[in-house]
């Protein structure tokens, strides 16, 4: 949808101009996007609420485990050769060996069971530890954060998601930017007041007009 949405505003860019844009999307900027509300409950409010582990029932592609302090990690298993990388990864214990985990089937099947014995070995470990651990494996993992830890996460901060605006009315604040950076976006004003442009559309402006 945004990747739709920006491609858009660069043609439209390249046909007012003659020139053309880089965009750059990363797909954690654009899913957080989706829960706006916790997003400013967090950054106006300081409040984080209650995160919950979900187990997504899918042939073990994704599974929430709780890891050391109760840090979540999201874990996606695809295929038996990431199966094996994983059991590699901690320390081939006698389990991994049993044919209810033989392969992707059974260990759908058998999904309750196997979450319960991965989430035994998780809980010696944080969730960055756990995450690390297995994306040097090449197992896809990643820490399964809250959003008051998402907002400070260093990629997120490197690439300047949360931006500050001075506001009209409400001074400087902290806002998530567009889920795209390109030219256009670069700027990023701040959101127009309730009918603060209204004299310009209703009379000045020459696209209204020829409409009207």
């Known amino acids: 949808m945004y990747g739709v949405v920006s491609l858009l505003a660069a043609l439209n860019y390249r046909y007012e101009t003659g020139k053309g844009q880089y965009i750059d999307i990363a797909q954690n900027e654009a899913v957080t996007t989706l829960i706006p509300e916790v997003i400013m409950e967090q950054v106006m409010n300081g409040r984080t609420g209650p995160a919950s582990a ?52 059974s260990r759908w099947q058998n999904q309750d069971e196997l979450n319960k014995l991965v989430a035994s070995w998780t809980k010696d470990f944080t969730d960055h530890e756990v995450m690390h651990k297995l994306q040097k494996a090449g197992i896809a993992a990643g820490s399964s954060l809250d959003i008051g830890e998402l907002i400070i996460d260093p990629q997120v901060v490197k690439r300047g998601a949360i931006i500050q605006q001075n506001h009209p009315v409400a001074g400087k604040i902290n806002v998530y930017r567009a889920p795209w950076k390109s030219a256009l976006t670069a700027k990023n004003p701040p959101a127009p007041l309730l009918g603060e442009h209204n004299d310009y559309v209703l009379r000045h402006c020459s696209v209204c007009q020829t409409a009207k």
């Open 54 to 105: 979900i187990v997504m029932k899918s042939w073990l592609r994704t599974a929430v485990i709780l890891a050391r302090r109760r840090q979540m990690v999201a874990i996606a298993v695809g295929n038996d050769e990431e199966w094996d990388a994983m059991c590699k990864v901690m320390g081939n214990p006698e389990w991994c060996k049993d044919e209810k985990f033989s392969d992707q089937f």
